[in-house]
């Protein structure tokens, strides 16, 4: 009887253990789409017509907006550039894999008719370069936890991902995925802004500091990742028929207000999006068991809807 008592008693236990083991788990991180639902109308915003550029290809539109809290005197210049619609008719000249898409004056390059390069109208040919500013404690900054392989301090700006240096006293937009920098030559002040890339890649952190970022595409990134890669040397289109045409640039400004963009991204600064970067610094669901606690700045997407 002592023996039958015993092994029911065991029986017993071993049935609650998965029970037990459910009670011990950690509740389920809550997800994007979760988090975003609960969000507050105060925690969006709308990009500045005056910085939202409207680039329409014949696949679709891509939305980037300008930085001029970085690059001011480049975002001018590429403000300029769109008055006279400089872009119109130009076209994707590179796709580069893992790194990025650019877009300019095919006749600009090394293998392009110099004698048919489109005049850049009343925008400057040369800029001072704008790889870093000084930090200015009135811009908004959103510090992320962890640590940085590139730069003593990194965060959020104003929607942009930045990097800082205190000792230095400055402070920079970073390479991440989406950013859209000044395509140059070997000398610092040969970027205009006339001919600009992407980032399609993991982050080529290492051109910060040493080419100025413009911007960030906050719409449209799977029509500039997704095109065939070039097959010439660094990615660049071999025939002209190989390239995709610019059909036009416009600053959201500049149409009527039925033709402007209407998004929404959300704040860098705003609560809601401090609970999405822990809930993936630290994700836990039947799939992820094991969270990392730790994330970089470069695989952090920020949030852009359809303004209600």
């Not at 014949?58 to 300008?66: D, F, H, K, Y």
């Not at 550039?81 to 650019?102: K, S």
Request: proline fraction near 10%; hydrophobic fraction near 40%.
């Amino acid at each position: 009887m002592r023996r039958n008592l015993i092994a029911l008693a065991l029986a017993a236990s071993l049935l609650a253990l998965p029970a037990l083991a459910d009670e011990a788990k950690p509740a389920p991180t809550p997800t994007a789409k979760e988090l975003l639902a609960k969000s507050g109308p105060s925690e969006w915003r709308r990009p500045d017509p005056q910085n939202l550029l409207q680039m329409q290809l014949p696949t679709g539109r891509v939305l980037i907006e300008l930085a001029p809290d970085y690059t001011p005197l480049h975002a001018a210049n590429i403000r300029t550039l769109v008055h006279g619609h400089y872009f119109d008719g130009l076209a994707i000249i590179r796709v580069q894999d893992n790194f990025v898409t650019q877009w300019g004056d095919p006749n600009d390059d090394d293998n392009g008719d110099k004698s048919k390069i489109k005049p850049l109208g009343k925008a400057k040919k040369t800029l001072p370069p704008e790889y870093t500013r000084p930090i200015d404690p009135k811009l908004p900054w959103t510090a992320l936890p962890d640590g940085d392989v590139y730069a003593p301090e990194v965060g959020f700006s104003g929607g942009f991902p930045a990097a800082r240096d205190p000792a230095s006293g400055q402070t920079w937009l970073t390479h991440c995925y989406g950013a859209v920098g000044v395509a140059r030559d070997v000398g610092p002040e040969t970027g205009s802004g006339s001919s600009l890339y992407a980032v399609i890649g993991q982050a080529p952190r290492g051109l910060d500091r040493n080419l100025a970022i413009a911007g960030r595409v906050i719409e449209g990134m799977e029509l500039l990742s997704g095109l065939p890669r070039g097959p010439a040397p660094m990615g660049f289109y071999a025939k002209p028929q190989q390239r995709v045409a610019i059909e036009s640039v416009r600053l959201a400004a500049d149409l009527p207000e039925a033709q402007r963009a209407k998004v929404e991204v959300l704040r860098t600064d705003s609560p809601t999006f401090a609970a999405l970067i822990e809930s993936k610094r630290n994700r836990r669901d039947d799939f992820y068991r094991n969270p990392a606690g730790k994330i970089d700045l470069c695989s952090i997407a920020i949030p852009v809807r359809e303004a209600k």
